[in-house]
């Protein structure tokens, strides 16, 4: 049976598991990318593990997000990254160089490799022909060390694109076609493969669109075929010798399938507040619209820009609208700036914002009280402009650029003669804002701004374990209240130490300090306890408060992965009954832990105080029962790399 082009990919990279869909498989990741947001904690999680240098072919740390210098919280992040990326051997994207997404596709990215990113438009990727999948910053900090990913072996879903798209309709067009039909629940637990005669007039940015926003349908994540338009796209980046050809065999089989007719097309939009509230811009209306935003990962590349400034050239922008532009890149800024579109955009009256996320992660270009904001992004939740009034729709650059200049939403099939745009031969591809790190690390100091705190690490699990009970809390406890998440506490994200003096807290103000007194101890929680968000600081918050144990009714999924990645043993009554024979303040002992855990799934709590025997269940897998053993994720990491 032939494989498709995902299985090939995974095929080449498996370790462990089986291609079998629903099993669990390990694969070896061949780059990594983190952004700012997430990559302090990254690399303090890298750091922890103690490896010297990254075993990755290729990693890089870009400054995208919080570019904004309002405090000196985020230079401090920045600096931090820049040398501790120079230390260990991670390319450094310095702020004002990019969007990572875009700066990857232009300068990193190699069809056939495997991509992991601790951001979630990481799939951007894909329209390489890179298997790109964007995870927690813990996976990122894992691979960095030469660790496998793991993750389900997701269904492979075939979309053909026929024909050819129509003047004025667009890469953001054929997405928003996905997302109408596949709705945002649509892509979970698969990869989107595209084929089809219909791919061959797409640019390799114009996939990248369409790779980006499989992101919105919640797949894995989303590839296209690496074709003579990937050799034509390298060649014109200075790297032609990056290329492969990547293809399915014919007779390869797809779990589901599913076919576009792109010449059937029209312009389309996402109205609030959600990706795939899917109509025609020609139904929706001509609404008035307030502001209008071009930019982030979706659509900055060179070609969007141009389309963009050729729609504005020799025209004035609405004197109700804001119009406000982000080229993707520092490649694309100076080619825009160099050709004169750049001074076009500036004559018709746009607002030039630096080459990075900007107002698509909030820094800066909140839209006023119910304003309608035409936006080429990727998500229109509510409040993520900034204002919670706000009406976001997600639209091309050229609906976005035409109803600039008209006030209102406008189809720009009424505007006259679409705009024609090449891909250049040639890119202008200067790394000089991209450091390379130092050749000897161990010379490199790296710089931690009073906002940088050492990651809390656990240690090998002792045969015994025991303590107090700290807190016993109710059922549905939430990631929110064991570790808060307020505009108070984000930015100390990367001060575990600071975010701990708040753990539990909504439970009990006195935890932290209970907590501390006795050096830890053990927590009783109801049922579904940890629900909510994948917040790792959930979990980081009590390992650096000394938790030991968490015996619950239940746990959610996601966060008794986390506390098993800390080294914090999740257990469940054995029955739910004893959940009242245990009580905050009892001293609680386990011996002979270490051969419980490994015999199976049994243990016995004794609580000394009621003098009673609890047993309770812990549900791992062989490599989750290593990971507590060796004391959490990263101790297991050091050993396996060593
Ligand atoms: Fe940045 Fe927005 Fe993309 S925050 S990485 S431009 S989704």
């Known amino acids: 049976m032939g494989l498709n082009l995902a299985q090939k990919i995974i095929k080449e990279h498996l370790i462990s598991g089986e291609m079998v869909e629903g099993k669990e498989i390990a694969i070896r990741i061949d780059q990594t990318l983190t952004q700012d947001s997430t990559g302090t904690m990254a690399y303090l999680q890298f750091e922890a593990m103690g490896i010297p240098r990254v075993k990755t072919k290729k990693s890089v740390a870009y400054i995208d997000h919080n570019t904004l210098q309002a405090g000196f919280e985020n230079a401090d992040d920045h600096k931090y990254i820049q040398t501790v990326a120079a ?53 990122v900090a894992v691979a960095m060390g030469g660790g496998p990913y793991y993750l389900t072996m997701p269904k492979v879903c075939k979309v053909t694109l026929k024909g050819k798209l129509r003047p004025w309709v667009s890469a953001k067009d054929i997405i928003l076609e996905v997302l109408r039909i596949m709705t945002v629940k649509g892509g979970v637990g698969k990869i989107i493969e595209y084929a089809g005669d219909g791919i061959k007039s797409l640019t390799v940015p114009e996939r990248a669109t369409i790779t980006n926003m499989g992101a919105e349908l919640g797949a894995t994540t989303s590839i296209f075929p690496s074709d003579e338009v990937t050799r034509e796209f390298l060649k014109a980046q200075g790297r032609e010798e990056d290329w492969v050809e990547l293809k399915p065999d014919p007779d390869a089989v797809y779990d589901e399938e599913l076919e576009i007719d792109l010449s059937s097309l029209e312009p ?77 955009m500036v004559a018709a009256g746009a607002r030039i914002l630096e080459s990075a996320c900007g ?132 930015p100390y994200r990367s001060n575990v130490p600071y975010l701990a003096e708040y753990c539990l807290t909504p439970c009990d103000p006195d935890f932290p ?117 060796a004391g959490g994720l990263i101790n297991y990491t050091k050993k396996q790399s060593k």
């Open 87 to 139: 230390k260990h051997g991670v390319y450094f994207s310095r702020p004002g160089n990019g969007i990572c997404h875009q700066v990857h596709l232009e300068r990193f990215g190699v069809p056939g490799m495997t991509l992991l990113g601790s951001d979630s438009h990481t799939p951007t990727a894909g329209g390489l022909g890179m298997l790109a999948i964007g995870a927690g910053g813990l996976d």
């Open 268 to 344: 389309l939009a996402a109205k609030p507040h959600s990706p795939d509230n899917v109509e025609k811009v020609k139904d929706i209306g001509k609404i008035k619209v307030d502001q209008v935003a071009i930019g982030s990962c979706t659509n900055s590349s060179f070609m969007d820009m141009m389309k963009v400034a050729k729609i504005l050239k020799g025209k004035t922008v609405h004197p109700d609208v804001s119009l406000v532009i982000a080229p993707g890149s520092k490649q694309v800024l100076t080619m825009i700036a160099k050709n004169g579109a750049l001074a076009d």
């Open 359 to 490: 107002p698509c992660i909030g820094m800066g270009q909140a839209p006023k009280t119910n304003a309608v904001s035409l936006r080429t992004f990727n998500r229109n939740f509510e409040g993520r402009s900034g204002t919670k009034s706000a009406q976001v729709y997600l639209v091309s650059p050229e609906v976005a650029a035409v109803s600039a200049i008209t006030g209102v939403l406008t189809n720009p099939e009424e505007f006259g003669e679409a705009p024609q745009v090449e891909m250049p031969s040639e890119f202008i591809a200067d790394d000089n804002m991209i450091v390379p790190p130092a050749p000897e690390g161990e010379e490199v100091e790296v710089v931690r701004g009073p906002n940088i705190k050492p990651f809390p690490l656990n240690k090998e699990l002792e045969n015994e374990i025991g303590g107090k009970i700290l807190i016993k809390v109710e059922d549905n406890i939430t990631t929110d209240h064991i570790m808060p998440s307020n505009a108070k506490l984000l």
């Open 513 to 629: 300090k209970r907590a501390k007194e006795n050096n830890g101890g053990f927590i009783v929680g109801g049922s579904n306890y940890g629900q909510g968000s994948s917040r790792e600081h959930a979990a980081l918050a009590p390992l650096q408060l000394g938790v030991k144990g968490v015996i619950a009714k239940s746990f959610a999924r996601i966060h008794m992965a986390n506390l098993i990645n800390s080294g914090i043993i999740p257990m469940t009554f054995e029955n739910e009954g004893d959940y009242d024979e245990i009580d905050m303040g009892d001293e609680i002992v386990i011996e002979n832990i270490i051969d419980q855990i490994k015999s199976g799934s049994r243990l016995i709590v004794k609580n000394k105080t009621k003098n009673k025997d609890i047993p309770v269940n812990v549900s791992l897998s062989e490599r989750q029962v290593e990971i507590i053993l």
